[in-house]
């Protein structure tokens, strides 16, 4: 059957050196839904990112994008199908001004109607007077609402957000998941990984739970909560 924005990973592996992060993981992020991914420190969930967006490659396995095959191609033309990521650490161009961060996201779309989305992306974050500031002098969740902001600008199909409100206030956090929320109703599939369990099972319509780099469970929020080994892989563990 044709699923036209499914990502689908098959037997993913992915090895360092004698460490094995990933081992024979394959689920579904299907197309439109919210998706947590959860797991204790360690347990593969940025390799698992780093793998779908191309930034290394995998050991074997396979993803697709669609009927596309995605594993082996480079992340610029992953990028370029539509997906995009965040990173754990902000990651923002120092020397550029927030508004031209967040604009340098979108390189198809006139430069005035950009501007006007741009500052309309802020202004959901509390950000708008921020636009003209440069990026370097951010604090840290200030980067994290604009690489956000410039991921969902390009119209992704599929964003993937790596920890996202990690560092952040309650109030910050609050913000993150109204955004996460937006970002559904705009036809956006968003993958989420955190630390956060009750933020990502109050916002996730579906969550997958990772442990030494196998997948452990999937399915609905509250299916998870139940879940005896999901339990037993956060017992003594300070997440
Ligand atoms: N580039 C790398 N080189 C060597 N080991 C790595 C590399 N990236 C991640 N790892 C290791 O792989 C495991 C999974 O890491 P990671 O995916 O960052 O976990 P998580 O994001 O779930 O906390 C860890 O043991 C980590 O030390
Ligand atoms: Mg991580």
Not at 32 to 48: A, C, D, E, F, V
Not at 95 to 116: A, D, F, H, Q, Y
Not at 176 to 201: E, N, P, Q
Request: proline share 3%; with cysteine; net charge neutral.
């Amino acid at each position: 059957m044709e699923r036209g924005k499914t990502l689908k990973i098959e037997g993913v592996h992915k090895s360092f050196g004698r460490l094995q992060a990933l081992k024979n993981v394959s689920f579904t992020i299907e197309e439109g839904r919210i998706h947590g991914i959860i797991g204790p420190n360690g347990s593969g969930k940025t390799t698992l990112f780093n793998c779908i967006s191309g930034i290394i490659p995998l050991s074997s396995g396979t993803i697709y994008f669609g009927d596309t095959e995605i594993s082996g191609m480079r992340a610029d033309r992953i990028a370029n199908l539509g997906i995009r990521r965040t990173f754990q650490a902000g990651k923002v161009a120092p020397s550029l001004t927030v508004l031209e961060n967040i604009m340098s996201g979108n390189s198809s779309k006139k430069e005035k109607p950009l501007e006007k989305e741009a500052m309309e992306l802020m202004e959901s974050v509390g950000m708008r007077n921020s636009a003209d500031r440069w990026a370097g002098d951010l604090a840290w969740a200030e980067r994290q609402f604009v690489q956000i902001l410039r991921a969902i600008i390009g119209k992704p199909k599929i964003l993937l957000l790596d920890e996202p409100v990690s560092g952040m206030t309650a109030q910050e956090i609050a913000l993150v998941v109204k955004l996460i929320r937006t970002i559904k109703t705009m036809g956006i599939t968003a993958a989420v990984v955190s630390h956060d369990i009750k933020m990502l099972m109050d916002t996730a319509e579906w969550v997958t739970v990772l442990n030494f780099g196998q997948k452990i469970a999937e399915g609905t929020p509250e299916a998870i909560k139940r879940d005896p080994l999901v339990m037993e892989a956060y017992l003594g563990t300070e997440e």
